[in-house]
């Protein structure tokens, strides 16, 4: 089993900051794509940013500049740095990584999700 445990989450006004962070643990042999979606009010889940192994990064045009996405492959960790939050970032954040298990199988994990609250 992979476990991925979700931090940072919380209230901040608009064009404030906050840094989600998110743990793998287990069965991990490797990990691949690491990334961060996210579950707005009225709205299906949304990629927000990923990044592979080798640090390539994707970003949702709605978030580009503004938030970076960052891992550390020796503690297999993945990052959100957000800043100049808006309303509409408003909504849970949710971790997900990807790779190989020790059993050789693939998995592909999800954090329980953590609340981003952004005020006006």
């Known amino acids: 089993q992979v476990q991925l445990v979700e931090s940072g989450g919380g209230l901040v006004q608009a064009g404030g900051s906050l840094r989600l962070s998110c743990a793998a643990s287990g069965t991990i042999l490797s990990i691949n794509t690491m990334g961060w979606y996210r579950q707005t009010p009225g709205n299906q889940r949304e990629l927000v940013a990923t990044i592979t192994k080798s640090g390539r990064t994707n970003y949702a045009d709605n978030v580009k500049d503004r938030f970076t996405i960052s891992r550390d492959n020796g503690r297999n960790t993945v990052d959100l740095q957000m800043n100049s939050l808006k309303t509409e970032d408003t909504g849970v954040y949710y971790c997900?990584?990807?790779?190989?298990?020790?059993?050789?199988?693939?998995?592909?994990?999800w954090g329980q999700g953590t609340q981003v609250t952004v005020s006006s």
């Open positions: 997900n990584v990807g790779g190989v298990r020790t059993d050789f199988r693939l998995y592909d994990s």
